[in-house]
């Protein structure tokens, strides 16, 4: 239990430099990931072993993204009346984030294994885990790949699109959330419950989007 209270120490103070500290890189989840990094290399502790120990807290994980669902009901009388909108947008996005990211992987000459396991980096990690059997990557990389594109697109997506001047709560939600997932939905949610309702949407989008591609090419691919 030592890796679990390591974990939620190092997330607690995440959340305490981020109100300190007004950077986008003060994020809670990227200052957590850093701290439990450091702390597995410098005890040498394997990352099956720390996996293993924080069960508890994976376990928290499913249910954590069920309750995003929370803003959806609330606001459902206006994200119905955008649902053309935020369905394109959410496609879109997720299905150009795929793209990016294999073209992006074979420029690179990155490895088989990398190649396969981004595939599934714009879905949330509870996805990537369940198609790792069906694209052939390592549960372990395509989880962390998946983790990694949601702090990258939660650090970046929000400046880009303010440099871009677009300001509309739902048009921001939807495009960090198709890409960006729950990290990204969670940052969506500091700018105001119809952003991060949009970001759950385009979250969900990108879990099915990213589905059906692993599906199709897969059975093409048999």
């Given at each position: 239990m030592i890796w679990v209270m390591v974990t939620l120490l190092a997330f607690a103070a995440g959340v305490l430099t981020q109100l300190r500290v007004r950077s986008p890189l003060a994020n809670p989840t990227l200052i957590g990931t850093l701290l439990v990094a450091s702390a597995l290399l410098l005890t040498r502790?394997?990352?099956?072993?720390?996996?293993?120990?924080?069960?508890?807290?994976?376990?928290?994980?499913?249910?954590?993204?069920?309750?995003l669902a929370v803003p959806?009901?609330?606001?459902?009388?206006l994200l119905a009346r955008q649902w053309r909108a935020l369905l394109i947008g959410g496609l879109t996005g997720t299905t150009l984030g795929v793209t990016v990211d294999t073209l992006l992987?074979?420029?690179?000459?990155?490895?088989?294994?990398?190649?396969?396991a981004l595939h599934t980096a714009p879905a949330t990690s509870p996805v990537a885990l369940q198609l790792a059997p069906f694209t052939h990557a390592p549960p372990a990389l395509a989880a962390t790949l998946a983790v990694l594109s949601g702090l990258i697109g939660a650090l970046i997506l929000p400046a880009l699109l303010t440099a871009l001047r677009v300001r509309h709560p739902l048009a921001r939600g939807i495009a960090i959330g198709s890409v960006s997932h729950g990290v990204g939905t969670a940052r969506a949610r500091e700018e105001g419950e119809q952003a991060g309702a949009a970001a759950s949407i385009?979250?969900?989008?990108?879990?099915?989007t990213v589905t059906l591609i692993v599906a199709v090419v897969g059975g093409s691919g048999q």
């Open positions: 502790v394997p990352y099956d072993t720390y996996l293993h120990d924080v069960q508890p807290l994976s376990a928290l994980l499913t249910p954590a993204v069920v309750a959806l009901y609330r606001l459902r009388a992987a074979r420029a690179l000459h990155l490895s088989p294994d990398a190649q396969r385009g979250m969900g989008l990108a879990a099915l």
